[in-house]
């Protein structure tokens, strides 16, 4: 289990004995601490994308391959622009000419209107003026639409990093043709990774009403935070267990997704009887405490530890609550060894 922070209060006090010596002593006591549960769980990107070609040519450079950081806006792959530069050079030849014919037919549907108020032409002549002028100026239209697609489809020949982040596979070489639609290179957003994980049905209860897990790394047991734990609506009809993902704050590079890690989840409370790691004996396969009885008697008790919460360690079985326990075993089996002796 990780390592817990517990707020204890410990009643440190001096026992009256026949040494010279005193002894100082803790008191043991039931500490109401978080009930953890551990599951495995992956590491995945909250971000994670394929680019792929949004217009056909031959590839002139790919600039990052596996593994490379690639900052927002960078240029990850170039393809050759020759024709398009051409098709956007025409674009704006026939935007022209579609300029001036415009032009040409607003004077001359000017000149008609002036002609038609003086009754020198007929209506059908100044209808067809203003016919040829619509006409010119749908034809700008169009040329503006079609020198707005040349551009476009020039500026996709240029492909850019959407976000910052890291490239996990490369699909594509330079001098190799591609057609739209094609997979050009792979990555995730740098430092923006969740967990996923599936909860057992009998303990999710204890998940939606606790809210609260840790993410353990399994290599060093450094504990990382969550900000966020999102529990799917559904359970899987074949174990019954729900996928729920543990969002992370932003983390160093040591954690990359595909990970296996540990999530300790919180579902609930339980009672613990702890005392200081310093306190317990350990001889060969026995653990055991000096108990200060009445009168500073001292007896060797043997107990059951349990899991260790940072300098205390659980006591399962051989010790109750409120006992007084030496905090100094060496001093303490020597004070034993003397009252043993005094007995005899």
Not at 38 to 58: C, H, P, Y
Not at 228 to 249: E, W, Y
Not at 320 to 338: F, M, Q, S, Y
Request: glycine share 6%; hydrophobic share 40%; proline share 5%.
């Amino acid at each position: 289990m990780r390592l817990l922070t517990a707020s204890l209060v410990f009643l440190v006090g001096v026992i009256p004995a026949a040494a010279a010596e005193s002894l100082q002593s803790v008191t043991s006591a039931r500490v109401s601490m978080p009930l953890e549960y551990r599951v495995d769980g992956v590491v995945e990107a909250r971000q994670q994308a394929t680019m792929s070609a949004e217009v056909a040519g031959k590839i002139e450079a790919v600039n990052f391959d596996v593994d490379d950081f690639v900052e927002q806006g960078e240029v990850i792959l170039r393809i050759r622009d020759r024709d398009y530069r051409a098709q956007q050079q025409r674009a704006r030849a026939a935007l022209d000419e579609a300029n001036a014919n415009l032009q040409d037919m607003q004077l001359e549907f000017n000149r008609s209107q002036d002609l038609r108020k003086q009754k020198l032409i007929s209506q059908a002549d100044f209808d067809r003026a203003g016919a040829n002028l619509k006409a010119a100026q749908a034809r700008k239209t169009a040329a503006e639409a079609n020198l707005e697609q040349a551009d476009e489809q020039l500026d996709r020949t240029v492909m850019r990093a959407p976000y910052s982040g890291v490239v996990v596979e490369r699909h594509v070489e330079p001098g190799e043709a591609v057609n739209p639609g094609q997979p050009i290179m792979t990555g995730y957003a740098a430092g923006e990774l969740r967990v996923t994980a599936q909860i057992p049905q009998s303990i999710i209860g204890g998940l939606r009403q606790q809210r609260s897990a840790t993410i353990i790394l399994l290599e060093d047991e450094r504990a990382l935070p969550v900000t966020k734990i999102t529990i799917h609506p559904f359970a899987n009809p074949q174990n019954h267990s729900f996928p729920v993902r543990f969002d992370l704050p932003p983390t160093d590079n040591r954690l990359y997704p595909g990970m296996l890690v540990k999530v300790a989840l919180t579902i609930g409370s339980v009672d613990r009887l702890l005392l200081p790691q310093q306190a317990l004996v350990s001889r060969s396969e026995v653990n055991a405490v000096y108990v200060i009885g009445d009168h500073g008697r001292l007896a060797f008790r043997q107990v059951r530890p349990g899991n260790r919460f940072g300098e205390q360690v659980e006591i399962l079985a051989g010790l109750d609550e409120n006992e007084t326990v030496a905090l100094d075993p060496v001093r303490a089996g020597i004070e034993h060894k003397r009252q043993l002796d005094a007995v005899k």
